[in-house]
């Protein structure tokens, strides 16, 4: 899409430039440099595509790599609430844990999807991300709140 549109700007513009020429006396552009200033339009924007479809999956990895850091500091935390709590909490995590799993699997089919596949999978990606972040957010809050084991045992 945005190729798309970069490229009927880019001959918009081009037909203007000729015209402009053309009432200057300057008759020197012809079809094929506009076919090949297209060319070369497409191709940068294919470049640029490329750059922000890497830069988003390097981002999306830092992304899971603290989501990942969230839940396993959220499960050495349990080590200090009741029996009770730690089950409950053990539950939550797997699910987190589950919830995670799934969102590296989206990453990477994401690596090998391209076009409006990879926009669909972005999507989805973008919105299971902030359900997990949302998720663990609460479940942070959570144990905060929950009684704390006092180390004497139960």
């Known amino acids: 899409m945005k190729k798309q549109l970069v490229l009927i700007i880019f001959i918009i513009f081009s037909f203007l430039n000729c015209s402009s020429n053309e009432k200057q006396g300057n008759d020197n552009v012809s079809m094929k440099d506009i076919k090949n200033k297209a060319q070369d339009v497409v191709e940068t924007t294919g470049e640029y595509t490329a750059q922000q479809m890497e830069q988003y999956q390097q981002e999306l990895q830092a992304q899971i790599d603290s989501l990942s850091n969230d839940i396993q500091a959220m499960q050495m935390k349990t080590k200090y609430t ?55 957010k609460t479940s942070k809050h959570d144990l905060k709140t929950l009684p704390q084991n006092s180390g004497r045992g139960n």
Do not use: P
């Open 82 to 136: 009741t029996e009770k709590t730690k089950i409950e909490l053990n539950l939550e995590i797997a699910s987190l844990d589950t919830n995670l799993t799934e969102l590296k699997n989206r990453a990477n089919q994401l690596q090998s999807a391209s076009g409006q596949a990879w926009r669909d999978l972005k999507a989805g990606i973008d919105e299971s991300i902030a359900t997990l972040e949302q998720a663990i």
